[in-house]
């Protein structure tokens, strides 16, 4: 197996800060599951109706397929840049740069955007204040980033120790409106046949609504960023990996049972399939089912969700990009780290102000264009994850009828998990053309679809800036990352 040459991979972050617990935390935090369920789950119900656990599952299959794909790439090539070095050294600097870097990069930073207002606009009405006040909102939002700028470059430790508390409070409260919903008067009996995916109308309702699932399993990767600063960095961040995305997913289903046990799929009043329900299906339900003072929980659990996800994005994004400096594909200022803290000073700042000025300026331009933005992101989950899960083949290619494990563990499913996710690409890419898909529209296109695809057609043009900027990474061809991560016999 490559071992990474010491000098060439140790960027000064301080290894052994988090175990297994701490990994799998950072993982369901950056999901945001008390956010992502209630903005999706009322959307999913409209789709297929009782049906919507039945997505949830469906939905997980090449979350989890995918999931696999990231634990053996990390195996064999545990470096902070997860996806940009996997793809580099499977494709080549192009491949890497755009599908591994660029793409996941500004996935998270359209994501870190929308999560900002989310909080503010949470907090905000826990404390009683104008929600509806645009400028209000976006300056609370920003002044949520800075504080969680500076908690992301104070260190993993410090960072993981605030997420124990943030995720629990998201947990017991998703876990006790459940057991609430379930033993309320009037409440269905759970039933298998919610199930079951035989049961949907049209090969088109199914897709959509797995399309939306995307979303709410997306960023269990982030864990991985940090396996640099993992003890066993070659193991844990992988097992992390599968088992937060199986956590989420018995969470997803326990809540999404209860809600639909409680309240059912009709169109009118508390029904999951009432429209004026779907973006916020947790704050209608809580209270009825918990009561009024209760109910201000969930209001927390969200707020802190998203705050909660962003932290780990302003911890993953800045050592992707900190991997991306140090092969020489980036600029040499994201490789530097705090002499005290061992973080990406640099990086954590850069990315920090960068969300300040993405969400200010989509705000500026109007709040549907940031709720665009936001659905774009489904676009770009399935394109960088699809193109990962064809790299772990590709790389291990030849290895694959060494052992009916690699064949299965290295070929099988994160070939399946990879189509499935390319798919899901297309079929969305279909779906976004239609101007009624999202709430803007140009010249009869979908803005979501422009934005989805003007992201992309800007990371093609940011490849050819970089290769003019950095020809020696780019010149190396897929022997870049090889020539840096040396090995042991070297």
Same mark, same amino acid.
């Given at each position: ?21 701490? @990994? ?83 996935? &998270? ?5 929308? %999560? ?17 006040? +645009? ?7 920003? $002044? ?19 997420? !124990? #508390?943030?995720? +629990? ?17 009037? /409440?269905?009996?759970? @039933? ?11 090969? +088109? ?19 991985? &960023? ?24 018995? &969470? ?8 639909? @046990?409680?309240?059912?799929? +009709? ?37 802190? @969700?998203? /705050? ?21 594909? %980036? ?17 954590? #700042?850069? !990315? ?9 300026? %989509? ?22 994850? *699809? ?27 994160? %070939? ?16 976004? #053309? ?5 709430? &803007? ?10 934005? *989805? ?10 490849? $050819?800036?970089?290769?003019? /900027? !950095? ?9 870049? #990352? ?9």
């Amino acid at each position: 197996m490559t071992t990474p040459h010491p000098d060439e991979t140790d960027k000064g972050l301080r290894s052994g800060s988090v175990g297994l617990l701490a @990994s799998v935390a950072l993982g369901l935090s950056s999901t945001a599951p008390a956010y992502s369920i209630t903005v999706t789950l009322g959307y999913v119900a409209l789709v297929v109706g009782d049906l919507a656990p039945a997505v949830l599952l469906l939905g997980f299959v090449p979350i989890l397929l995918t999931a696999f794909a990231f634990r053996e790439l990390n195996r064999e090539m545990p470096d902070c840049g997860t996806t940009f070095v996997w793809n580099t050294r499977a494709f080549g600097p192009r491949t890497g740069w755009f599908a591994g870097g660029w793409v996941p990069q500004i996935a &998270t930073l359209i994501a870190m955007a929308a %999560l900002a207002q989310v909080s503010s606009g949470y907090l905000l009405s826990l404390l009683g204040l104008e929600a509806a006040d +645009g400028a209000l909102v976006a300056a609370v939002a920003v $002044l949520i980033v800075a504080v969680l700028t500076v908690v992301a470059r104070r260190g993993l430790r410090f960072a993981a120790g605030l997420q !124990y #508390v943030l995720l +629990g409070l998201q947990l017991l409260t998703l876990i006790g409106f459940g057991v609430a919903a379930l033993a309320r008067d009037g /409440a269905q009996s759970p @039933s298998l046949s919610w199930l079951d995916p035989l049961a949907m109308d049209s090969f +088109g309702s199914f897709a959509q609504a797995v399309l939306l699932c995307l979303f709410i399993y997306w960023g269990w990767d982030a864990l991985i &960023t940090t396996n640099e600063e993992t003890r066993d960095s070659d193991r844990v961040p992988g097992q992390a990996a599968v088992i937060s995305t199986l956590v989420l997913l018995g &969470t997803y289903l326990f809540t999404a049972f209860a809600a639909v @046990s409680f309240a059912g799929t +009709g169109a009118g009043g508390i029904g999951l399939g009432n429209p004026d329900n779907a973006t916020d299906v947790l704050a209608s339900l809580a209270p009825p089912v918990l009561g009024d003072s209760l109910a201000k929980v969930m209001e927390l659990a969200v707020c802190v @969700s998203a /705050a909660s996800a962003l932290l780990t994005c302003l911890v993953s994004s800045p050592r992707s990009s900190l991997s991306m400096a140090a092969h020489g594909a %980036l600029p040499a200022a994201f490789a530097r780290v705090h002499p005290r803290y061992r973080t990406p000073a640099f990086g954590t #700042v850069f !990315y920090g102000s960068a969300t300040a000025a993405v969400l200010l300026t %989509l705000s500026l331009l109007s709040g549907a264009f940031l709720g665009d933005a936001i659905l774009c992101i489904g676009l770009l989950i399935a394109c960088y994850y *699809g193109t990962t899960a064809i790299a772990c083949v590709w790389y291990f290619r030849k290895q694959l009828r060494t052992s009916p494990r690699a064949l299965f563990l290295r070929g099988v499913l994160p %070939l399946a998990g990879g189509l499935l996710m390319l798919g899901a690409f297309v079929r969305s890419a279909y779906d976004m #053309v239609d101007p009624a898909y999202g709430s &803007t529209s140009f010249h009869g296109i979908g803005g979501v679809f422009l934005l *989805g695809t003007g992201s992309l057609a800007a990371g093609a043009l940011a490849v $050819l800036t970089a290769r003019a /900027a !950095y020809p020696a990474f780019f010149r190396n061809g897929r022997t870049t #990352v090889v020539t840096r991560l040396v090995t042991a016999e070297d």
